[in-house]
């Protein structure tokens, strides 16, 4: 009876159940075991560490604190600037809803800090969540995951720890990346430290992850199959059912979870390009991609979701666990299977490719020293993020053509814009002199417009569709082009004809035109043809 007592009472009313289901002496003991340590006893997650103040740890934390207002949580990080932004009233990331979750629980429960050494020691459960980026050399360039943060914090909470801990994965990770994290513990942690590696994966979408995290579909947890493996998985649990229904915790092994987010972000850019390959046979059969995707998607095998024909994914996940999965793949011996997912990026590639080719064609094949202005950065609407978004690689094949880009974007930052345009990995021809002498980034989307021979739009602001575009209309070159990237301006159609716009769109052949076609060197953007030519 007294060991009882020591079990948290969420664990003593499972025990209950069990006995009240029938479940035999086998099964019960199993719990106890399960329950049982080095101490003795269940380890009640009462102090919470997540290393990492980035677009997963900040918001995942930000929400445990808040429905958990008996957990003390600390957000910690190296970047000292990050760190003082989430405890200003300009948080670093915008995401909605975000301000009034950290604003109700920090300093109560909620902590940010660069004492990454003191997080961890008083943490019962620490969440490693740092950037897991694609290699950009080496073996496995362009593909692997680069781990060196992950073992980086593997090592440092080995140096550091006392006592029992449960680390989280919650970086999306190779399969079998906690093996890695265990043979570091093993290999340099002191007696006195025990530990449980679980994977916990995020699969929260950047522009609704608040929403994301407080409805979640499901939580995926994955750990050892051993008592003491079942033990941490518990302990895990017991904070998200704080808010979330029991339904819909999802329990694994370590690795089935750890895959299962590679495939989870791999099935969804599968989709995209699907939807984006059918778009481009729209353009030149006259279907419209809105339509054919309605019309599958009323399919309830299909369904609607992730049908939405554009200039291609981007963000922090697709491409680069796609790309993982694909080396994964090789690395296994797998080649069939890793050419299937490499083709959902080489579609992505093309869409992006293709969508530019468009534009240079319609103004009548050559942008040089034209104004363009770019509408949208941010990967998706509703995020400061531009990682990977189909507005840098669109902006980059224009640059290469010499057009003068003038950008807006309601979120992101002008610093991050020419950051992201002058990164070497995408053009050596493009020092940040010539990106300056090209780029212009704006505050106003009217500034951006005046005098410019055409419009693109990259990102689906809402704002967007409210412009006064007969205003725009008559500060522009004419004829004025309207490129829409994103299918936010499909109801504004006839009435921007109307004003006078030549508009453009994906997935649908707005305007019959005359089609340039590039001759020369075949590794140049392709340029579509269509089914008949206008005689001039």
């Known amino acids: 009876m007294a060991k009882t007592k020591e079990l948290s009472k969420d664990v003593r009313d499972k025990i209950v159940d069990l006995y009240k289901a029938g479940m035999g002496y086998k099964t019960i003991t199993k719990q106890l075991a399960a329950h049982s340590s080095t101490t003795g006893r269940m380890v009640e997650v009462r102090r919470i560490c997540c290393i990492g103040a980035g677009y997963v740890g900040g918001p995942t934390c930000s929400v445990i604190a808040q429905m958990c207002p008996e957990v003390t949580v600390t957000v910690v990080d190296v970047n000292e600037d990050r760190i003082r932004a989430w405890n200003s009233d300009s948080l670093p990331i915008f995401e909605p809803g975000l301000q009034e979750v950290v604003d109700s629980c920090r300093g109560v429960n909620l902590f940010f800090s660069t004492d990454i050494d003191e997080a961890i020691k008083n943490a019962d459960l620490v969440f490693i969540s740092v950037n897991t980026p694609t290699k950009t050399f080496g073996i496995g360039k362009g593909r692997a995951a680069d781990l060196k943060y992950i073992e980086a914090c593997a090592r440092r909470i080995a140096d550091v720890s006392i006592g029992c801990k449960i680390v989280v994965e919650k970086s999306t990770v190779p399969v079998r990346a906690a093996e890695s994290i265990r043979r570091i513990f093993n290999a340099n942690t002191k007696s006195s430290f025990n530990f449980q590696v679980l994977s916990n994966p995020e699969f929260l979408a950047e522009g609704t992850a608040i929403t994301d995290l407080k409805n979640p579909d499901r939580v995926l947890i994955g750990g050892d199959e051993t008592p003491e493996g079942q033990h941490a998985i518990e302990a895990l649990r017991s904070i998200y059912e704080h808010w979330v229904p029991k339904s819909k915790i999802i329990t694994t092994n370590t690795w089935s979870s750890e895959l299962s987010k590679l495939a989870a972000n791999a099935f969804l850019a599968q989709r995209i390009s699907s939807i984006n390959s059918i778009s481009a046979l729209c353009e030149v059969t006259g279907a419209d991609v809105e339509e054919v995707a309605h019309a599958i998607g009323t399919d309830q095998r299909i369904g609607s979701r992730f ?230």
């Open 307 to 536: 049908l939405k024909a554009s200039v291609g994914f981007g963000g922090s996940c697709f491409q680069k666990d796609v790309l993982n999965l694909v080396y994964l793949c090789e690395a296994l011996n797998l080649p069939e299977v890793a050419r299937y997912w490499q083709q959902v990026i080489e579609i992505n590639d093309y869409q992006r490719k293709r969508f530019s080719s468009q534009i240079i064609s319609c103004l009548f094949n050559t942008v040089t020293d034209k104004k363009i202005a770019l509408l949208g950065f941010a990967f998706k609407k509703n995020t400061g993020d531009t990682r990977e978004s189909s507005s840098i690689y669109i902006s980059r094949y224009l640059l290469e053509e010499g057009a003068c880009l003038h950008i807006y974007d309601p979120k992101v930052k002008a610093l991050q814009i020419m950051h992201d345009l002058t990164q070497p990995t995408l053009s050596e021809r493009h020092d940040p002199a010539t990106v300056s002498r090209l780029i212009t980034i704006v505050t106003d989307p009217y500034k951006a417009c005046e005098n410019a021979h055409a419009i693109v739009i990259c990102t689906e602001w809402d704002m967007f569709t409210e412009l006064d575009y007969e205003k725009i209309y008559k500060a522009m070159l004419k004829p004025a082009f309207i490129f829409d990237g994103r299918r936010i301006l499909d109801s504004l159609h006839d009435q921007l004809q109307h004003i006078g716009f030549q508009v453009e769109t994906i997935g649908k052949r707005v305007n019959q035109r005359i089609h340039f076609t590039a001759s020369g060197d075949k590794s140049k953007i392709d340029q579509q043809q269509p089914l008949k030519k206008i005689k001039l």
